[in-house]
């Protein structure tokens, strides 16, 4: 990526001399002027009826369908993923979004004893307003789509600051949104952490936003200090599997490398800590690393790639770092372990699929998200000891528990420091279940499904005397 001050080159982190697209940054001193149109966007919207407004969505989402293959070759050049993932993450963004049109039809009016004769008593909501969001790089069109649909649906209008490394899913769904609703009801502006900031501080009335846990600080802390505005922060996770038993270790190995490797781990939501029970360590860590060891590590438009590049050169060094250190702590590295050579790809951002053995909770890797393709075992002798170790970081997005004791899975339900559990499975969510984490990992409401209600609409107690 290079930037000058009125245009931004994006390279290929497969092939990174290959410039793949251009865009025209925004000056955080038009902001102001975009944020007024689309609060006039917004009041024309608010009167559309809401089932006109879900039927519209849905419609944006048929042509996004249908823009399939130009958006996910876009995300597989800019971001890195095979081509596959990036055309499984366009159908999922669009799922989300008809689930969110759905959920949006009955976000209605509720009525409620009143405590007074002749008084009828309402829960009205409402559209917030002008919503902001501001997303990051790993997932470049499910991302603002997780957040471009719930704000239209509820009636809002939305100004989208997409990542300055993966820009141009985002250009496409503005091209495509044009049919569909009232002029700068969706606004994509275009640059980065001081746009971001100034966009952070803007009249506007909620800001939702993916990312690390340092920006998603400022941003709240930035909120706080000017417009109050409501605050919804999708951050990291240190994610464990706690592996205690099985009757085969097939399927728990196949759902741990999908949810660790795919999109090379850099998702907020991928298995990074593998926490075994120690009678079994020995053999499962040696299948683990063998699955690992023989993924074909390449350009994401090779069909035969199963992990891509690591998209910015900053997060490569990150995940180099951590991994040595790690093993300089006194972890033993059975798989990967360092850049991958990929033979015609000479200079592009590939790191080895990696397994770290013999991880303590005391070493950084344990604790630090790594964001790449990196699996960290931790062994424990009784499930109380598993417990503590999975709950030991901050971090709290997602989880899950291979076994069969019913005792253990329902502790695990009510003990693991997470916003979301699987059992028995890997960690991908259902399109219309709430998204997200506690601790470190989020603030405020959750998204997708039921819950984003709460932060796509305010609410209002109405007393009607009638008399
Ligand atoms: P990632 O490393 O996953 O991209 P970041 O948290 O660094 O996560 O960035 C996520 C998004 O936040 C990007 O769109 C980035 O431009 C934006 N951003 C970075 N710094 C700030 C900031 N101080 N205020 C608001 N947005 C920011």
Redesign the pocket.
């Known amino acids: 990526m290079t930037m000058d001050d009125t245009s931004h080159r994006i390279h290929n982190p497969a092939a990174p001399d290959e410039i793949v697209a251009e865009v025209t940054l925004t000056a955080p001193a038009g902001l102001p002027g975009l944020v007024a149109n689309a609060r006039r966007a917004q009041k024309e919207w608010a009167g559309v009826p809401g089932a006109q407004r879900a039927a519209r969505l849905n419609a944006f989402l048929d042509d996004v369908e249908a823009a399939c293959e130009e958006i996910a070759t876009s995300i597989t050049l800019e971001q890195g993923k095979p081509l596959a993932e990036a055309r499984g993450e366009v159908m999922k963004s669009v799922s989300e979004g008809r689930a969110m049109a759905g959920h949006a039809m009955l976000a209605g009016t509720m009525a409620v004893a009143s405590a007074r004769p002749f008084v009828r008593n309402m829960i009205v909501r409402r559209p917030r307003g002008v919503i902001t969001a501001?997303?990051?790089?790993?997932f470049p069109i499910l991302t603002p789509m997780r957040k471009i649909a719930p704000a239209i649906a509820y009636g809002n209008s939305i100004v989208l600051?997409?990542?300055?490394?993966t820009p141009t899913a985002a250009v496409i769904l503005d091209r495509l949104a044009r049919a569909h609703f009232p002029e700068n009801l969706l606004t994509v502006v275009f640059g980065?952490?001081e746009l971001?900031?100034a966009?952070?501080t803007a009249d506007i009335d909620g800001i939702t936003?993916?990312?690390?846990v340092?920006?998603?600080r400022?941003?709240l802390a930035?909120a706080a200090a000017s417009n109050l505005a409501e605050v919804s922060l999708e951050l990291g996770g240190k994610n464990a599997v706690v592996v205690n038993d099985f009757e085969d270790a097939g399927p728990a190995l196949e759902a741990i490398v999908g949810a660790a490797m795919q999109c090379a781990g850099q998702r907020c939501t991928a298995i990074s800590r593998v926490i075994v029970n120690d009678e079994i360590a020995e053999d499962f860590v040696a299948a683990l690393s063998a699955r690992c060891a023989a993924m074909i590590v390449g350009d994401g438009r090779s069909p035969t790639t199963q992990i891509g590049a690591i998209t910015t050169a900053a997060?490569f060094s990150k995940i180099a770092g951590l991994v040595e250190l790690g093993i300089k702590e006194g972890a033993v590295c059975t798989a990967g372990g360092g850049r991958a050579a990929v033979a015609d790809r000479p200079h592009g951002r590939f790191y080895a699929p990696t397994v770290l053995d013999r991880v303590t909770p005391d070493m950084r890797i344990a604790g630090e998200e790594v964001f790449g393709p990196v699996l960290s075992v931790l062994r424990y002798r009784n499930f109380d000891e598993a417990i503590e170790i999975a709950n030991a970081p901050r971090f709290g997005l997602t989880s899950a528990l291979f076994s069969n004791r019913n005792d253990l899975i329902n502790r695990f339900v009510d003990e693991v420091r997470s916003g979301m559990i699987h059992i028995n499975q890997g960690t991908v969510p259902d399109s219309h279940m709430p998204f997200g984490g506690i601790g470190d990992s989020g603030f405020g409401s959750y998204s997708v499904g039921p819950s984003a209600v709460s932060f796509y609409t305010t609410e209002h107690s109405v007393y009607n005397q009638y008399g």
Do not use: D, M, R, Y
């Open positions: 501001i997303t990051p790089w790993n600051k997409p990542s300055e490394f980065g952490a971001g900031q966009l952070s936003f993916t990312g690390s340092g920006v998603g400022h941003i930035a997060q």
